[in-house]
Each structure stands twice: as structure tokens, then as C-alpha cells.
């Protein structure tokens, strides 16, 4: 009698993708059919209806509870996700903008938060998985730091992250140069992960979109820095803002096998505005 034939059914695929706003969901769409996906927001409401509308285009979802500045609730996020299988991407894309935080907040949020994900997932990701942190063109719009500045926001443990001097109130004078400065962390930070997550066999990166037409860009459109915003968009080469769906096409290539030989990078989409800032055309203003 011949040996029984060892079974040969795949491990399911989990795509993680945390913050249910329209990003994300876009980029789940490009990446995540065949998988099952796990949508995790702080605000469960939000989660449950990603998942309602995804399921409804085909997807296998289900939904978690994370608040990225907690690292413990992450820790729980990973544990969650390689409960339903191979971590095989993260996506991730929580984050606060100017118009709606509190300086200190969008450290805890933006800054240390992308760190707790991070380090969670970069302990749980798949051999050939790949993730994305979705950064923003803010981030390239403040001069270069110190390198220890560099290397702190780089390399800290994101326990320790709120300690450092640079991130303390009196140095964060305002949400605008938080957020920047925050940005600019997530490409630091993806950069210096990338090379962990390779250890495992894995790849890395961050997007920085521009101006891209979601809930959160209405809530800067519609705040006292709106104007700066519609002349931002018009000094811009594409003169225009955005879509979901194309910042996805390019999460897609950074996720998928096309981009293979991609990480620890950062790929700004933002329809030339850092370039009309770089040459002039237009004065950036951070409060």
C-alpha cells in the first residue's frame, strides 16, 4: 500500500490593511483577490463598513479593533491576523491630518503608530510578503534633519519614541509641522525596517501621496488652510488632486511581483507638487 500523499492545499493569504478609509480599500482591491483580508480601524463602526463594502465586490473580510499609538493593541492586531494564515501584506494607512489633531496626537498617531506596525508585523510577515505605509508629500516638504535626528526617529524603539527631545510639545510647535515631520518619520522609519523585514525574506516601502480626494483631504480643503491647499494644487504640474484608485496602482506595484526588487524606499505621487516646490513655484507654509 503506498503512502498517503501529503496534502498540498496552499496556506490561506492574509492581507492586513489598517485604516478602513477609502486608501486602503483601493489598494485592496488591486491586491488582495483569493486572500482573505483583515480590515482593522480604531473606530469599529468604520471597520464594519469597509468590510460590508468589500464583501459586497467579491472579498473574504473580516474586521479588527487596533489604535495604532497603543502598542499593545497592534501586538493583539498581529496575532489576530496570523491567526487566519500567512501574513502576506500590510497596508498600512491610519493616520491624522493637521485639520483634525492636536500636534501631540499626530505624533502618537502618525509617528509612533506607524512604528508600533512596524515592529509588530515585521515579527509576523510571511516569507515573499510585502507592505506599504502610506507616508505623504508633507514629509518632503520640511529641509533635511540632523543625522542623529535621522537615526533617532529611524532606529528607537517605538516605546521610547515620545521621549525623544524632538518630539516634546515645545518642539512641535504646531499640527501642520507635526504632521510633516511625522511623514518624514514613516520614510525614515520604512527605510531602516525594510532591512529586518528582508531578514525574513520580505519587502518594505512607503508611498507619499499629494492632495488625493478622500474624507480626510475634504477635512483640510475645508479648513483655514484651504486656500493654501487650492494654490498648492494649482502650482502642482498635473493641477489637479488625486484619486484612491491611483495611489493604489502604485501600492500595487510595490506589493506585487512586479516589484520584486523594490524596498526600503519611498515613491512620492503627488502630481509635481514637491517639484514646484523644489524650483520655486510655489512657497510652502507649515504652522
Same mark, same amino acid.
Given at each position: 500500500?503506498?503512502?498517503?500523499?501529503?496534502?498540498?492545499?496552499?496556506?490561506?493569504?492574509?492581507?492586513?490593511?489598517?485604516?478602513?478609509?477609502?486608501?486602503?480599500?483601493?489598494?485592496?482591491?488591486?491586491?488582495?483577490?483569493?486572500?482573505?483580508?483583515?480590515?482593522?480601524?480604531?473606530?469599529?463602526?468604520?471597520?464594519?463598513?469597509?468590510?460590508?463594502?468589500?464583501?459586497?465586490?467579491?472579498?473574504?473580510?473580516?474586521?479588527?479593533?487596533?489604535?495604532?499609538?497603543?502598542?499593545?493593541?497592534?501586538?493583539?492586531?498581529?496575532?489576530?491576523?496570523?491567526?487566519?494564515?500567512?501574513?502576506?501584506?500590510?497596508?498600512?494607512?491610519?493616520?491624522?491630518?493637521? +485639520?483634525? #489633531?492636536? *500636534?501631540?496626537?499626530?505624533? &502618537?498617531?502618525? $509617528?509612533?503608530?506607524? =512604528?508600533? /506596525? !512596524?515592529?509588530?508585523?515585521?515579527?509576523?510577515?510571511?516569507?515573499?510578503?510585502?507592505?506599504?505605509?502610506?507616508?505623504?508629500?508633507?514629509?518632503?516638504?520640511?529641509?533635511?534633519?540632523?543625522?542623529?535626528?535621522?537615526?533617532?526617529?529611524?532606529?528607537?524603539?517605538?516605546?521610547?519614541?515620545?521621549?525623544?527631545?524632538?518630539?516634546? +510639545?515645545? #518642539?512641535? *510647535?504646531?499640527?501642520?509641522? &507635526?504632521?510633516? $515631520?511625522?511623514?518624514? =518619520?514613516? /520614510? !525614515?522609519?520604512?527605510?531602516?525596517?525594510?532591512?529586518?523585514?528582508?531578514?525574513?525574506?520580505?519587502?518594505?516601502?512607503?508611498?507619499?501621496?499629494?492632495?488625493?480626494?478622500?474624507?480626510?483631504?475634504?477635512?483640510?480643503?475645508?479648513?483655514?488652510?484651504?486656500?493654501?491647499?487650492?494654490?498648492?494644487?494649482?502650482?502642482?504640474?498635473?493641477?489637479?488632486?488625486?484619486?484612491?484608485?491611483?495611489? &493604489?496602482?502604485?501600492?500595487?506595484?510595490?506589493?506585487?511581483?512586479?516589484?520584486?526588487?523594490?524596498?526600503?524606499?519611498?515613491?512620492?505621487?503627488?502630481?509635481?507638487?514637491?517639484?514646484?516646490?523644489?524650483?520655486?513655484?510655489?512657497?510652502?507654509?507649515?504652522?
Amino acid at each position: 500500500m503506498s503512502a498517503p500523499t501529503p496534502s498540498t492545499t496552499p496556506a490561506t493569504e492574509v492581507v492586513v490593511v489598517i485604516g478602513a478609509g477609502a486608501i486602503g480599500q483601493a489598494i485592496v482591491r488591486r491586491v488582495a483577490a483569493g486572500r482573505t483580508v483583515l480590515v482593522a480601524d480604531i473606530d469599529d463602526d468604520n471597520a464594519a463598513a469597509a468590510a460590508r463594502t468589500l464583501e459586497g465586490a467579491g472579498y473574504r473580510v473580516t474586521t479588527g479593533h487596533v489604535d495604532v499609538s497603543d502598542g499593545a493593541s497592534v501586538a493583539a492586531l498581529a496575532e489576530q491576523a496570523t491567526g487566519l494564515g500567512a501574513v502576506t501584506r500590510v497596508i498600512h494607512t491610519a493616520g491624522l491630518s493637521p +485639520a483634525q #489633531a492636536s *500636534p501631540q496626537a499626530i505624533i &502618537a498617531v502618525d $509617528l509612533v503608530g506607524t =512604528a508600533h /506596525v !512596524l515592529e509588530a508585523f515585521g515579527r509576523v510577515v510571511a516569507p515573499g510578503g510585502s507592505g506599504v505605509v502610506i507616508a505623504s508629500q508633507a514629509g518632503h516638504m520640511i529641509p533635511p534633519l540632523p543625522a542623529e535626528q535621522n537615526e533617532a526617529l529611524s532606529r528607537t524603539p517605538a516605546s521610547r519614541l515620545t521621549d525623544l527631545p524632538m518630539l516634546q +510639545a515645545d #518642539a512641535v *510647535p504646531g499640527s501642520g509641522f &507635526a504632521y510633516a $515631520l511625522a511623514k518624514r =518619520a514613516n /520614510v !525614515l522609519r520604512v527605510q531602516a525596517a525594510s532591512v529586518e523585514w528582508g531578514d525574513r525574506g520580505a519587502r518594505l516601502n512607503s508611498l507619499s501621496p499629494g492632495i488625493i480626494m478622500t474624507p480626510l483631504a475634504l477635512d483640510e480643503l475645508n479648513s483655514p488652510a484651504g486656500e493654501t491647499y487650492q494654490e498648492m494644487i494649482r502650482a502642482s504640474a498635473a493641477g489637479r488632486v488625486g484619486s484612491p484608485d491611483e495611489v &493604489a496602482g502604485a501600492a500595487a506595484f510595490l506589493l506585487g511581483p512586479d516589484g520584486a526588487f523594490v524596498t526600503g524606499t519611498d515613491l512620492l505621487i503627488d502630481g509635481g507638487v514637491i517639484a514646484s516646490i523644489v524650483t520655486g513655484r510655489f512657497q510652502v507654509r507649515l504652522s
